[in-house]
Nanobody, 117 residues
Framework: QVDVVESGGGLVQPGGSLTLLCAAS????????MGWYRQVPGKQREMVAE???????TYADSVKGRFIISRDNDKSTVTLEMNSLKPEDTAIYYC???????????WGPGTQVTVSY
């Protein structure tokens, strides 16, 4: 089991950039794929980006070309670099483990990202 803590959220203007950090604890991080997900209150959570153990990444079409996910297995961290941010990117962002293409159903507090003037 891996526990995660998200940080780095905040208020940013449209067109700006922000980088989120996911710090993980537990012995299974090195054998877990990881992902970033986001949710607007009242709506369903959606996948933003996922990264395999060796580093292969996939992205939602809505963020492809703007966001970059990366991981450091020695430091047990996952980052999400967000560029050219849009108001529709506003959401609570969560980090979690992925096993067999299924996301862990235990979620942390997430970190709020607000894109607005």
């Amino acid at each position: 089991q891996v526990d995660v803590v998200e940080s780095g959220g905040g208020l940013v203007q449209p067109g700006g950039s922000l980088t989120l950090l996911c710090a993980a604890s537990g012995s299974s991080f090195r054998i877990s794929a990881m992902g970033w997900y986001r949710q607007v209150p009242g709506k369903q959570r959606e996948m933003v980006a996922e990264i395999l153990i060796a580093g292969k990444a996939t992205y939602a079409d809505s963020v492809k070309g703007r966001f970059i996910i990366s991981r450091d297995n020695d430091k047990s961290t996952v980052t999400l670099e967000m560029n050219s941010l849009k108001p529709e990117d506003t959401a609570i962002y969560y980090c979690n483990t992925v096993h067999g293409s299924q996301v862990n159903n235990n979620w942390g507090p997430g970190t709020q990202v607000t894109v607005s003037y």
